[in-house]
């Protein structure tokens, strides 16, 4: 058990008893909404999905610290088809699936037994959902996240379904929803389409459009699919493998050759499809077939290295322009044994030209042999530089590339201006066709099957592309904030791509569309907008309304006032009172003031609730900012369950404490950052935290003082007051700039280096020091209490206060006590330090006695001061002359020169003191600090005038840059 997990159990249960992160509205006090997603209940969380979540409660603490009124809810996202499909495959006896499952229960479960019974009671996708959005916020509670859980709900209740009808009936008033054929990713199996959150495998995966060319063959057509169908004047032949399963089918009529598996595909896209003969692809191999634009024949060659299923299973070969076919034809070139079982012999490959149709500048006729001889790439087996060569050839011939002569009507073109017309003079004349694939592969769905293409009559879709719908969503993004803003680009990117997109299926847990029942709306369309219902999901649950009762005039109401209480009390039976309350709160709480996720979601869930909120609410509604912190790797790996390399979330509290998760994962990497869990790293950060501890809980029941320059305290202690209050003030801009990990490091390392040092001093009197030390640990704790809320509650409480930290004020720098004169002198201090240290390692085992510690003189300080005053450019001419317009400078023309050289040899001026007098004053008074630190008697001396100076070392100090004699 973790050192820590005693005090965090004992806070948890005091917020949860008092109830201190509900949150009401209170109408004269300004209001912050965050909101980060519900977690998917479909098995247990990981330490990947801590960092987003901490992050966000971490933003929540602070803003409720600086007055907000916060609302930080959260709920259980569940429709879609991931829950059903795992539930669907342990009741089939899937291992791998049944193992997954009961690998998440043993983290909740301690005996195997136990587990076994919980298994046997996910029989069906609610049962299942409900068991893990119990345990996943008792995970959260456990972390210290302040959710204010009288509003969860999850997306399979039927009040949250009636909500998501409203949504889509005012998308179809919109005519943003529409219906009719469309290409999408779908489950054979389960008979649906699927989206992002339905994948194990290929979340990211897009739908790509191939063109299925028809080349001339016996009585029907040979199809081949491409990307590049401009490239058809260079075809040489076409490879087969001879050992897959190819079919004659009629294809809507036509008789095609192509995979048995392509057939299967194919049947998916709205094609009709009837398999006359199933075949060895050898049985073709040394066959010929026509070209498209002049019916010559082209020879059928093998090549085990066709994927039958792969588009259609057909590939033409264009060796002049394709380093695959290059290579692979001059194989067998080089080796033509093999052919004679097709009937072919070497002469007939042998004559078969490489046809050069693309011009290019500095390639000759045939690129692809120029890129394959370039890498010195010897098989197909380098599939690597073929495929760096491959990319090479397509971008060089895209941009530059130009058609040939032997090109017929397209001969002079540019590459990248034809494919289209390629395709449309095609179609004229019958010759192509479409496919659809996924852009990579493996794509598998959560029920373990290969996800393919299909099309189907009917389908419902969001279009995107709807007038002047892109338009709003782009003033809407523009108008938002976006943080970290080198993520504004990805919005605007897939703002760009979005055109239709599947919103409905057949099957999985959701609502039923409103205007056609048979069809379920998907996951991530009934989580664009759900912010909105966590402003009245209490008030339905606590109310116990009906369904029935949430009818479409309730919500026109509740969200966009249209009519009145007494009106949607007559329809719905609802008090009028309530239903007025309900708008107010909704009035008071909206817009959501932050929405923090990971950037996988900006090509999907976050796009989509940018458009949807535009598509519904009036502008002062709209989404107000989004913020983003990237994934986390553990060890440099990307985490995977399938792999064992995740720690769970419900682990963290036990193994390590939740504060020491929290502190760790905000301070090792800002969150636009990937972020590396490193195990070694830990024991750092527990350090950091017995310290805060120890130091807080020693000057916990001390009375906390200020000592004002009045009372003339050490220059220690000033300098103690001017840098925690400095420290207040960096760490609250770090904050609202959204640098999390300098906050972090600011609030937890950098504190305890300064406390130590101050600490460490000698001539502080007792008295003064603990009064100091008080009033720096009251700031300190309410400083930490956002990452480390439990350890600072504890604190917090041994501090007198009855009150919760997490409820008190956060700290204010008090700029009457910043002094940056007293920071920047200690700054040399400690620079002093270091740098006598580095001459002490030059000596080479001779131990120095005395140092002696030259300070620049007061006209120096006065030249530096006055070209910083000036805001003079680091030009030399520009500052020389600035300094010689003064008398006092001009005195100093030699040793002006060499200060204005290193000034331009820095790009700059550097900090220091703004005198001579302070500087020298900081130094004295740490001499004796210095001189315990270094073992060494300590000599402060004026540089213009030193006591003792045997080797002239004097005249190197500078302003903020003492210069040094050892001996």
Not at 465 to 482: V, Y
Not at 634 to 647: A, F, P, Q, R, T
């Amino acid at each position: 058990m973790s050192e820590f997990t005693k005090i965090e159990k004992k806070w948890q249960k005091r917020w949860a008893k008092d109830k201190i992160f509900e949150a009401d509205p209170v109408p004269k006090r300004k209001k912050f909404f965050l909101t980060v997603p519900y977690p998917y209940v479909n098995g247990a969380l990981h330490i990947g999905h801590g960092r987003t979540y901490t992050i966000g409660d971490l933003i929540a603490r602070y803003k409720r610290m600086q007055g907000y009124n916060v609302m930080f809810p959260m709920a259980s996202h569940m429709t879609g088809t991931p829950v059903q499909g795992m539930v669907d495959r342990v009741l089939a006896g899937d291992s791998e699936a049944i193992e997954m499952y009961k690998r998440d229960l043993r983290l909740y479960f301690d005996t195997e037994e136990e587990v076994n019974i919980q298994l046997t009671k996910f029989k069906d996708a609610a049962t299942t959902a409900a068991f893990f959005a119990k345990v996943i916020s008792q995970d959260f509670d456990a972390l210290g996240y302040s959710i204010d859980w009288r509003r969860r709900f999850t997306t399979g209740d039927a009040t949250y379904n009636k909500f998501i009808e409203w949504q889509y009936q005012k998308f179809m008033e919109r005519g943003y929803v529409k219906q009719g054929n469309y290409p999408l990713l779908y489950c054979p199996k389960d008979g649906n389409p699927v989206g992002e959150d339905d994948l194990l495998e290929g979340a990211s995966a897009k739908i790509k459009e191939f063109a299925a060319i028809k080349w001339p063959f016996e009585d029907g057509f040979l199809v081949a699919a491409t990307l590049r169908p401009e490239t058809i004047f260079g075809v040489t032949n076409m490879w087969i493998h001879p050992k897959a399963k190819y079919v004659w089918a009629l294809v809507d009529g036509e008789k095609w050759i192509i995979s048995k598996i392509a057939a299967e595909k194919l049947k998916l896209q709205a094609k009709e499809i009837k398999i006359l003969e199933t075949f060895p692809g050898a049985q073709i191999i040394g066959k010929k077939f026509k070209a498209i634009h002049d019916d010559h024949e082209i020879p059928i060659l093998p090549a085990e290295f066709v994927d039958p299923n792969n588009a259609t299973g057909v590939v033409y070969s264009v060796p002049g322009h394709a380093p695959f076919d290059y290579i692979a034809l001059r194989d067998l070139w080089e080796h033509p044994s093999n052919l004679a079982q097709y009937g072919i012999s070497a002469e007939d490959v042998r004559d078969i030209q490489i046809i050069g149709m693309i011009d290019m500048k500095g390639y000759s006729e045939f690129p692809a042999k120029d890129a394959v001889e370039k890498r010195d790439i010897k098989s197909q087996n380098e599939s690597e530089k073929l495929e760096d060569a491959t990319q090479e050839i397509y971008k060089a011939e895209f941009y530059d590339g130009v058609m040939r002569d032997n090109c017929a009507q397209f001969s002079g073109r540019m590459i990248k201006d034809v494919k289209d017309d390629v395709v449309a003079w095609m179609k004229t004349i019958n010759r192509v066709d479409v496919i659809y694939e996924p852009d990579l592969r493996p794509v598998i769905c959560r029920c373990g099957t290969s996800v393919q293409v299909g099309v189907f009559a009917g389908q419902w879709f969001l279009d995107y592309q709807s007038p002047g719908w892109k338009e709003t969503a782009r003033k809407a993004l523009k108008n938002m904030g976006i943080v970290p803003e080198i993520f504004r680009n990805l919005f605007e990117a897939t703002f760009d791509w979005l055109t239709q997109r599947p919103c409905a299926r057949r099957r999985g847990i959701g609502t039923r569309l409103p205007f056609d029942s048979d069809w379920i709306i998907e996951s991530l369309s009934d989580s664009t907008i759900y912010m909105a219902f966590y402003t009245i999901a209490h008030h339905i649950r606590s109310n116990k309304l009906k369904p029935t009762q949430l009818t479409y005039e309730f919500f026109e109401y509740v969200f966009l006032g249209k009519g009145t209480p007494a009106k949607v009390s007559k329809v719905t039976s609802i008090d009028a009172d309530l239903i007025k309350k309900m708008q107010d709160e909704f009035m008071y709480w909206y817009p959501n003031d932050q929405r923090h996720t990971a950037p996988s979601h900006i090509s999907n869930h976050l796009s989509f609730a940018i458009f949807h909120h535009v598509a519904i609410f009036p502008e002062k509604h709209w989404l107000k900012l989004i913020s983003l912190s990237e994934h986390m790797n553990m060890e440099s790996k990307k985490m995977s369950k399938s792999k064992g390399n995740v720690i769970p979330l419900v682990e963290i509290p036990e193994k390590y404490g939740a504060d020491v998760f929290r502190i760790y994962v905000v301070s090792a990497a800002e969150p636009g950052t990937l972020m590396d869990w490193r195990e070694r790293d830990v024991p750092t950060m527990k350090n950091r935290m017995r310290q805060f501890i120890d130091i807080t809980t020693k000057y916990a029941t001390k009375s906390p003082r200020v000592y004002t320059k009045k009372e003339n305290p050490t220059i220690a202690t000033r300098w103690m007051l001017s840098r925690v209050n400095s420290l207040v003030s960096i760490c609250t801009n770090m904050i609202d700039t959204f640098k999390l990990r300098e906050y972090a490091i600011h609030a937890s390392s950098e504190m305890i280096r300064a406390i130590n040092h101050y600490l460490n001093r000698e001539g502080v009197p007792k008295e003064e020091r603990e009064g100091t030390m008080a009033y720096v640990c009251d700031i300190w704790v309410r400083l930490l209490a956002p990452i480390t809320p439990h350890t600072c509650e504890e604190l917090w409480s041994k501090m007198g206060h009855e009150d919760y930290v997490s409820l008190s004020r956060w700290p204010v720098a008090d700029k009457k006590l910043i002094d940056k004169n007293v920071e920047m002198a200690q700054q040399v201090v400690e620079s002093t330090i270091r740098d006598i240290r580095e001459i002490s390692r030059l000596l080479k085992g001779k131990k120095a006695k005395r140092v002696y510690v030259y300070v620049a003189p007061e006209w120096m300080f006065k030249a530096m001061n006055s070209i910083r005053d000036a805001n003079v450019p680091t030009i030399v001419g520009d500052i020389m002359k600035h300094l010689m317009t003064d008398e006092e400078f001009r005195k100093h023309g030699k040793e002006i020169k060499s200060i204005v050289d290193r000034i331009s040899k820095e790009n700059g001026l550097w900090d220091h003191s703004v005198s001579a007098k302070e500087e020298m004053a900081a130094l004295i008074d740490s001499s004796g600090h210095m001189g315990k630190e270094l073992n060494l008697e300590v000599v402060v001396q004026d540089s213009g005038q030193p006591n003792y100076d045997p080797q002239n070392k004097s005249r190197f100090a500078l302003p903020g840059r003492v210069s040094l004699y050892l001996e």
